[in-house]
């Protein structure tokens, strides 16, 4: 099965890559674009058939080498 | 002493290292990343500069979790020297072996320039030849060197004396974007350092100074007195 992995920069810490994005959009002039934050997803096929067992997995990942705790949280979807 | 830099792949700064040490005395040994021991005999262990795997997933990511870091790790725990510059630095905080993060720099700019840095305390092994709050020049060259954590940590970094160097102006004001203008840290114990700027690249007069070579030669009295 395919689990995304979202991880985005925790609020509160500083996210350049967004600002220069929000920036960006309002010199094309999209107007009303609050907050921009820039992060990445992450796609994994998995072996495990079991949803359960596969988003566990996949969180595991994400804890020891996907996401950094201290600047980034993360968030996993399971698609069949 | 003995020193040992490790190399991995997209390492780029080893023998600038390598140059820095030797004109400080000590004996350099390389260490692939694939290593699952350290040498015996081993002083110190030097995560040299580079973009290590590309720079993927974050910098120093990769690099943090390849086989030689456990011995990297096991190396400071029994308090040996373990010394990271620039993606070194990056890597010893994602291996956790120094808390905090190195995050894209605020002008998303990559900055290649030299910094003074003042030297917050001369009783470590790394900066016993430096006098208490000298301003050095070193150069560096790094896109993701915004030092950043929590309030927390901050406090206990400085409560504990444990900023080994801070971005600073000619006149010794702070300056730079990096929290509370952390240019480096160490452990508890001071045995291990990591910075962002490059000593090893300020240790030829012919080529922009030698402020850096101070530490080098600091590490090699350091080992042979303990």
Redesign the interface.
């Known amino acids: 099965m395919k689990a995304r992995v979202t991880v985005m920069?925790k609020s509160g810490?500083?996210d350049?890559?967004g600002k220069?994005i929000g920036r960006a959009l309002s010199s094309l002039g999209f107007a009303g674009v609050g907050e921009v934050r820039a992060g990445k997803v992450i796609e994994l096929e998995l072996a495990e058939t079991d949803p359960e067992r596969a988003k566990a997995a996949a969180e595991e990942m994400a804890r020891r080498?996907?996401a950094?705790p201290?600047?980034e949280s993360f968030r996993v979807e399971i698609a069949g | 002493m003995r020193a040992g830099i490790v190399v991995f792949p997209g390492t780029n700064r080893e023998r600038d290292i390598a140059l820095a040490l030797s004109r400080a005395g000590a004996d350099v040994a390389w260490l692939w990343h694939r290593d699952t021991d350290l040498p015996i005999g081993l002083d110190l262990v030097v995560l040299p500069g580079g973009f290590s795997y590309g720079d993927y997933?974050?910098c120093g990511?990769i690099a943090a979790?390849a086989p030689i870091m456990q011995a990297v790790a096991r190396h400071a725990a029994r308090g040996g020297l373990v010394l990271g510059v620039c993606n070194g630095f990056q890597i010893l905080?994602?291996a956790g072996i120094l808390?905090?993060?190195l995050?894209?720099?605020?002008?998303?700019r990559f900055l290649a320039s030299d910094c003074l840095l003042r030297v917050e305390r001369t009783d470590t092994p790394f900066t016993a030849l430096y006098r208490a709050g000298q301003v050095i020049r070193c150069p560096m060259a790094h896109g993701d060197g915004?030092y950043?954590?929590?309030e927390e940590t901050l406090d206990r970094l400085e409560g504990e004396g444990l900023v080994a160097f801070r971005y600073v102006t000619e006149r010794g004001e702070a300056v730079a974007e990096a929290a509370r203008n952390i240019a480096g840290i160490f452990t508890p114990n001071r045995r291990v350092l990591g910075l962002m700027p490059h000593p090893e690249n300020a240790v030829d007069p012919l080529t922009g100074g030698e402020d850096g070579l101070a530490l080098f030669l600091s590490l090699v009295q350091a080992s042979a007195v303990s």
């Open positions: 920069p810490v500083l350049p890559q220069a080498l996907l950094n201290v600047i | 997933l974050r990511a979790r905080c994602e808390p905090g993060a995050v894209r720099n605020a002008t998303l915004n950043v954590a929590d």
